[in-house]
């Protein structure tokens, strides 16, 4: 079995590229940022059938702001003291600073080895949480927590 190839090195540091390609943003802001973001899905792409099983919604964005993760939230799952909503488990941090990604920007959420999820239709407002990296075609959002907030209304 060949062996996979070693990620590049960058400079004479042991900072290692990812193998996909390194990920760019914009100055001052951290490659990846835990968020929570509410908005409506303004359109949904699906994969051919012979192509890898992956679901794609873009969102435009109503608010969205960083999170953090609190002592409470990591409470063992089933005891008592454990949220009830997979969203309830990211705290939004309380600051002023302004939130990751302005109202009206978009943001994809992408779904590996599903090829629908049930309720997310474009039109569909929801409220979602996960880890905001930035490829090459824009912030994105792999496997995220979600929320249907309300299903295809104005």
């Known amino acids: 079995m060949p062996t ?6 960058r400079g004479g540091t042991a900072e ?8 760019s943003h914009q100055p001052g802001m951290r490659p990846r940022v835990r968020v929570l973001v509410e908005g409506r899905i303004s359109e949904v792409r ?14 435009e964005i109503r608010q969205s702001l960083r999170t953090v993760v609190s002592a409470q939230t990591k409470a063992a799952r089933g005891s008592f003291a ?3 909503s997979a969203i309830a488990m990211d705290t939004p941090e309380l600051s002023d600073a302004p939130g990751p990604l302005a109202p009206g920007a978009r943001v994809r959420l992408i779904w590996h080895g599903q090829r629908s999820v049930p309720g997310l239709d474009a039109g569909t407002r ?5 880890m905001l990296a ?3 075609v824009g912030p994105v959002i792999y496997n995220p927590r979600y929320e249907i907030v309300s299903r295809h209304t104005p």
Do not use: F, K, N, W
């Not at 996979?4 to 090195?9: D, G, L, M, V």
């Not at 290692?16 to 390194?22: D, K, M, T, W």
């Open 82 to 84: 454990a949220p009830t």
């Open 126 to 130: 929801l409220r979602c949480s996960g």
């Open 16 to 23: 290692y590229l990812p193998v996909h390609g390194s990920m």
């Open 4 to 9: 996979p190839p070693r990620p590049e090195r």
């Open 46 to 59: 699906l994969q051919p059938i012979g192509a890898l099983p992956r679901y794609e919604a873009e969102v």
């Open 134 to 136: 930035r490829d090459a």
